[in-house]
C-alpha cells in the first residue's frame, strides 16, 4: 500500500468516502484531530489522545463522541496494521449557513494509514532544520488546540522543498519560537530542559505532555516558558517530537551545529520503553 | 424549499454531496471561499468575487479553475433563484497525509442556497450589535483573505443568542477593531470614512471595496486605518457591510445609541442602483 494511503475510512461508523459540502469542517475548519501511532494492529497511547479530543471539544463545545464507540472504530481501522497510523478527526457536522454553531451531530471520520517512511538515522543521528518565514498568529482561546485550521502550517512546510531539511521552527508573531510546522521543540539550557508555552498559540502536542511527565520522573529540571527565536543559539541540546516521530534531535539549526547530547538520549530512551510496554 | 438548503451542489463541476476524507479543505481549511448574492437567476458581481478568489489562489499558490468554467457553474446552481446565494469553496484537493502542499487539482464546490431571511427594517432602521470577546489573531500572510480557517468566528457568534443582536464586532489582540464576525465595518468620524486597516487580520469584503469606490465616486472623503475599539464611541454614524445585508447602519453598540444618519444612506442608495443596474 503506498505510503500514507488509507485502507479503511469510517466516517460516523460507516465505510465511507468523505463528507457533505455543508459539513463544518470543511466550511468552517470547525473541529479538531488526533493523529496515534499503530503498533501490531493497536494504537499508541490512546487514554491521552482520547482525553486530549474530549478537552478540545470542551473548548470549542462541540460535542464529544462517546469514547466507547470512538474506541471501537480506532481498534478497527488500526486492525490491519503492523505499524501504522491512525487519524481521528472530529468536526461540528454538517449545518445550516452561517457561523453560528447549531444544535446537532459532530461529523468523526476515522481512518488509518501506512506510516510515514522517515529515515531511522533522523532519530539516530538527528536532523537539520530551519527557520520558517511564516508566523504563528496568537489567539488564546484556541492556542494548544489541535484544531483544524492549519493554514498557518501549511504556508511554513511549503516554504522548503530540500530533503535534507527535515523540520521548519516557526515563532509567533512577537518573535518567540514555539513549534515546528508538524512537531513540538524543546531545548536544554544550562541542563534545565525547556519547552515553549503555549498559551498563546501552537499545538500542545501529546508526546511532549509525555516528555515533561518522563522528565519529571527521572529528575530532570524542566520548565515550560516563553523562549526568544534568537536564545536557541545557547541551547547546549534541541530536540523536536511527535507521535510518530517520537523524538529527533535537532543536529543543525540554519548555521548552528548541536550535538546530540545527554538528555535527549535518555528521554528517546524512556519513551521508547513506554512504547514497548504498551504493546507487543 | 428551507432557509439556506442548496438545490443543486457541483463538486468538480459534477452533482455531487461532498469532498472526500483527504481533501485538505478539510483537514487543514486549506482552501477559500465566495459568497455571491444572486438576482433573478444570476450571480451579481462576479467579476469582483472571481479577482478576489484569483488573488487568493496566488496568495495560497492554489491553481485557480478556469474562469469560465466556474462562471459557467456558478451560473447553473443560480438559475433557479430569483434571489438567493451562490457558495463557491476552492479547497487544494485531496492529498497524501502531512501539511507540505502537493502538486494536484483543487477541490470545487459550487452550490445555491434559498436567502437569509433578515428582517428589511435592518437595512432601513438599522441594528444593534455587541462586542465579542473573542479576538482575531494577527498574521499578514493570511490578512485579508476568505480562507477557510474561520474558527476565530465560529466561537465569536457562539457568544450570543438574543435574536435582537444582529452582529458581534471583534477586535484583534492589540484591540483595534477589525470587523464583525460575518461583515465589514465603517465609521464616520468628522464627516470622514473611515474602515479598518486588514494588514494584520481580516477579511477585506467585495462590498467594502465597492463603498470605498462608491465613496471616491461620490466626493465622500475616506480612510483606510487603525481604529481602536474605544475610539467608535465617538464615531457619528457606522455601519455594517456584506454581499447579502448590502448595508446595515448600526443603531445601537452597546450601550451607545447611534442616528442613521447621511453618509450611510448615500452609500446604501448607491450600492442598490448599482445592483439594479447588474440586473432585472
Given at each position: ?28 475548519g470547525?473541529g479538531l484531530f488526533e493523529t ?12 491521552r489522545h482520547?482525553?486530549r479530543l474530549?478537552r478540545g471539544?470542551?473548548r470549542l ?26 487519524k ?48 504563528l498568529g496568537r489567539n488564546p482561546a484556541l492556542a494548544g488546540l489541535k484544531h483544524l485550521n492549519r493554514l498557518e502550517q501549511v504556508?511554513a512546510r ?9 523540520e521548519g521552527l516557526m515563532?509567533d508573531?512577537?518573535?518567540?519560537v514555539i513549534e515546528g510546522t508538524m512537531s513540538n521543540l524543546f ?8 519547552t515553549p508555552d503555549l498559551s498563546e498559540c501552537g499545538v500542545a502536542g501529546i508526546t511532549r505532555e509525555r516528555i515533561l ?11 515550560v ?15 523536536l517530537c511527535n507521535t510518530l516521530i ?35
Open positions: 500500500m503506498a505510503a500514507g494511503t488509507a485502507a479503511t475510512v469510517l466516517v460516523n461508523g460507516v465505510p465511507g468516502s468523505g463528507v457533505g459540502a455543508d459539513d463544518r469542517g470543511l466550511l468552517y470547525d496515534l501511532a499503530v503498533r501490531a494492529g493497536r494504537p499508541l497511547h490512546w487514554e482520547r482525553a474530549e471539544c470542551r463545545a462541540i460535542a464529544c463522541p462517546d469514547a466507547g464507540v470512538l474506541r471501537a472504530e480506532v481498534e478497527h481501522v488500526a486492525g490491519p496494521f503492523a505499524r501504522g497510523v491512525v481521528v478527526v472530529l468536526t461540528r457536522g454538517p449545518g445550516p449557513r452561517g457561523y453560528r454553531p447549531a444544535a446537532g451531530a459532530p461529523t468523526r471520520i476515522v481512518s488509518a494509514h501506512s506510516p510515514p517512511s522517515y529515515p531511522p538515522a533522523r532519530a539516530s543521528e538527528g536532523v537539520a532544520v530551519r527557520w520558517c518565514a511564516t508566523r504556508l511549503a516554504e522548503w522543498d530540500e530533503p535534507e531539511i527535515a515563532q508573531d512577537g518573535g518567540a531545548a536544554v539550557f544550562d541542563g534545565v530542559l525547556v511527565e518522563h522528565a519529571g520522573a527521572l529528575g530532570i529540571a524542566a520548565q516558558r516563553r523562549i526568544p527565536a534568537e536564545a536557541l543559539e545557547a541551547a547546549q541540546e534541541l530536540f517520537g523524538i529527533w534531535p535537532v543536529r543543525r539549526l540554519a548555521d548552528r551545529e548541536f550535538r546530540v547530547g545527554p538528555l535527549v538520549r535518555r528521554l528517546a530512551q524512556a519513551l521508547s520503553e513506554e512504547d514497548r510496554a504498551c504493546g507487543p
